[in-house]
């Protein structure tokens, strides 16, 4: 729990290429920390609940394909988070609820083919998102309650065939949305 919760000192981190999951609050308040590299060959699968909450000096972050899933609030408060990009092949099923909550740095994002659901508030206050694209033969089946709350950069977005439910104020102040697209 929380190996280096409020570090505020530490400003990079190398994750090797052995760790198969980063837990819970591992990095929560690290307020400095400007780069997280992962080494080649990563074998991550997970990164555990909130376990960048609050990095507001992170800037950018290249998840490994071998990621299967981001856990609750893992970047919440990341405000400087403007570049999310997950390796080809990415292996990522499931976005947790509040992952990417205030990250009102945040410009876009591609969300991989095999995720299946996007959590309550994901995206909430994501000021700065004018683009989310799902990649192609997404597999998407939920798009949580509040996902894209307040998300008022957002101009349009193509909802994925696979998906079933939309919850409810998933786009609630989503201000400058003019376009939506769901397939038949």
Do not use: H, M, R
């Not at 920390?33 to 080649?40: D, I, K, M, P, Q």
């Not at 798009?143 to 079933?164: E, H, K, M, Q, W």
């Amino acid at each position: 729990f929380g190996a280096f919760y409020g570090a505020s000192s530490l400003n990079s981190i190398n994750i090797p290429a052995n760790v198969t999951s980063i837990g819970a609050n591992a990095f929560y308040q690290a307020t400095n920390l400007e780069t997280v590299t992962f080494e080649a060959g990563s074998q991550l699968t997970t990164i555990g609940d909130l376990v960048f909450q609050y990095a507001t000096s992170l800037t950018s972050i290249n998840i490994p394909a071998t990621v299967i899933s981001i856990g609750d609030q893992a970047f919440e408060g990341a405000s400087d988070l403007e570049t999310v990009t997950f390796e080809e092949g990415s292996q990522l099923t499931s976005i947790g609820k509040k992952a990417f909550y205030g990250a009102t740095g945040l410009t876009s994002i591609t969300i991989p083919e095999g995720v299946t659901s996007i959590g309550e508030y994901a995206f909430q206050f994501a000021e700065s998102l004018t683009s989310v694209t799902f990649e192609a033969g997404s597999q998407l089946t939920s798009i949580g309650y509040g996902a894209f709350y307040g998300a008022s950069s957002l101009t349009s977005i193509n909802i994925p065939a696979s998906v079933t439910s939309i919850g409810e104020y998933a786009f609630y102040g989503a201000s400058s949305l003019s376009s939506i697209t769901i397939p038949s």
